[in-house]
């Protein structure tokens, strides 16, 4: 009786050490949990550093739609290029350029029944601000493409004001005023009072100091 039951307990214990793991596989298994670890975290790293660059464009994008508003509202209120603007935790830099808009019609004759000049259509101007990340939160000094950054243009007619406060502001200052008028009109801003006069003792042009006779004149 004793030896069938040995046999059936060393067949038991023979089958159950039989299911355990090996060592290569116990290497292998840890091996795999490294390598899916290593991917997780990298597609985490990965989603983080898209994340900061999204919060940096769109910093940017904002910063631009606030200077694109204040230049259409007065554009001698807009901070120094030089100086970098801060947003949130980042720090950016800028520019704006202007150019002007050549606008040729489809139908001339439709412009002209229209009583609208040339004039009147040479006076629309670009106007593209650009704002990019800049070199004290790792980004670049000058413009890069590879930098995150946004850039917006709009088309503008100086003399088509945006709202009543744009005209208090312009009614008020009468260097606005008379940029205003000139590009209504289309001639040069007049000067100033006190500007384009010659320096004391000095007499305007074509013209001779008291008691003098002009130059090549009659004596």
């Given at each position: 009786m004793s030896g069938p039951r040995v046999t059936t307990r060393s067949r038991v214990l023979r089958r159950a050490w039989r299911r355990g793991l090996t060592f290569l596989e116990v290497v292998l298994s840890v091996v795999l949990l490294v390598v899916v670890t290593a991917m997780v975290m990298q597609a985490i790293n990965s989603m983080l550093a898209a994340q900061v660059i999204h919060r940096q464009r769109l910093g940017a994008a904002e910063l631009a739609n606030r200077l694109t508003l204040q230049y259409l509202d007065d554009k001698r209120s807009m901070p120094a290029q030089g100086l970098p603007l801060v947003y949130g935790r980042d720090r950016y830099r800028w520019e704006h350029v202007e150019r002007?808009?050549?606008?040729?019609?489809?139908?001339?004759?439709?412009?002209?029944?229209r009583n609208t000049t040339t004039q009147t259509l040479n006076r629309i101007i670009a106007v593209t601000v650009r704002v990019w990340l800049g070199e004290e939160s790792g980004g670049s000094y000058a413009y890069d493409a590879a930098v995150p950054g946004y850039v917006l243009s709009r088309v503008v007619n100086p003399v088509a004001l945006r709202n009543p406060d744009s005209i208090d502001k312009m009614l008020k200052n009468p260097e606005a005023y008379r940029e205003f008028l000139a590009a209504l009109t289309g001639n040069a801003p007049m000067p100033a009072a006190g500007e384009g006069k010659p320096p004391e003792g000095q007499a305007p042009q074509g013209r001779s100091p008291r008691g003098q006779a002009p130059k090549g004149g009659a004596k």
């Open positions: 002007p808009v050549t606008i040729t019609p489809a139908k001339p004759e439709a412009v002209q029944s």
